[in-house]
């Protein structure tokens, strides 16, 4: 079993930075590959980007060049770093964890889910 915590969460001002992270339990962390979604009310689950093991990632246009990932795995904890954030950006950002090495932008991938963290962007 692994657990998920995010953690870093809040309100900032459109342009503002902000850096999520997500705390994981469990020895084979480094194994696993993370992904970051995240849900807008009254809008679908969103993917926001991932990370193999390896530390290769993979987002979305909606977010590239804006959202990097990266971990640290002897910390058992992987980071969302926000830059440039829009109003649009706005949810409920949730952690995932897969069992596998490489996982994509499906939910269905992943097997573990933190929480979740909000993030309001106001205007």
């Known amino acids: 079993q692994v657990q998920l915590v995010e953690s870093g969460g809040g309100l900032v001002q459109a342009g503002d930075s902000l850096r999520l992270s997500c705390a994981a339990s469990?020895?084979?962390?480094?194994?696993?590959?993370m992904g970051w979604f995240r849900q807008a009310p009254g809008k679908e689950r969103e993917f926001v980007g991932s990370i193999a093991w390896s530390g290769s990632t993979y987002y979305p246009d909606s977010v590239k060049g804006r959202f990097t990932i990266s971990r640290d795995n002897a910390k058992n904890t992987v980071f969302l770093q926000m830059n440039s954030l829009k109003p649009e950006d706005t949810a409920v950002y949730y952690c995932?964890?897969?069992?596998?090495?490489?996982?994509?932008?499906?939910?269905?991938?992943?097997?573990?889910w933190g929480q979740g963290a909000q993030v309001t962007v106001s205007s």
């Open positions: 469990g020895r084979t962390f480094s194994s696993y590959a």
């Open positions: 995932a964890a897969s069992t596998r090495a490489y996982s994509g932008s499906y939910s269905s991938e992943y097997n573990y």
